[in-house]
């Protein structure tokens, strides 16, 4: 608790397993604080993710003008995309739709996929309750199901930010794979944990193939890896 203490005193942010001394403005921004608040509100926590949220933003504010939608793979609650739409003024009247992909189911899947007997709460507690979480936005498409199996069913959509957030090495690939020719030049992809302290095998099969297609990975302090298409 002391340490926490010190920490904060010495530190501008200390969250999400890192902190910084820098400048971190988005923190006072009174949109962000709404859009961040709100969000917190709609699933009954705060998850202390504001880098990765501010991020989210950025990457959606700066896809405005590139074709294409925005696709979420992996919802669960869905904190982020609830961030992320309320982060604009009016959603409703944005052209955009936004798709959400996961099985919506509470049960935890460890990092190879396998369905385990514990729950998280980023995970959805229902998919009825993720849908009432979206309740006040439009254009909002719920993908129900394994992505191995529901992502063929999209091949002309148009992509213009990802965000992939599956905590499974061999589904992102294979997500990845599957959209990389669907995402317009200048989309953004936000790869969640692709650098996060416990998700080794996501980085190791994420870099791989950053190597084989030939893109490149920013890595950020919270441990999030951007991708811009070019
Ligand atoms: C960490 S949670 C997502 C959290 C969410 N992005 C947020 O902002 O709160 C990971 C999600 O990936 C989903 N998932 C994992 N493997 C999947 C698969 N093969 N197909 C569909 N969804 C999957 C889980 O159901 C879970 O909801």
Redesign the pocket.
Known sequence: MIKNLVRKILYNYVGDQFCTSHNVLFLKDREFQRSYYKSCETIGFD?NIHFRIHQIIWAAKNVQKIPGDIV??????????LCLLNSFKNWNKEKKNLYL?????SFK?DEF?KISSKK?K???KSFEHTKENFKNFKRVHFVK????K?LVRYKKLKISML?L????AE?EVFSLKAFWKNISNGGIIIL?DFAYIGRERQSYYINNLSKKMGFNILIVPSGQGIIVKN
């Open positions: 998850p979420e793979i992996g919802t669960g609650i869905g904190f982020s995309m992909f996961d099985t919506f189911s899947r996929g998280s980023y995970y959805a199901g394994d992505v191995f529901t965000h957030d599956l905590n499974y589904a969640d």
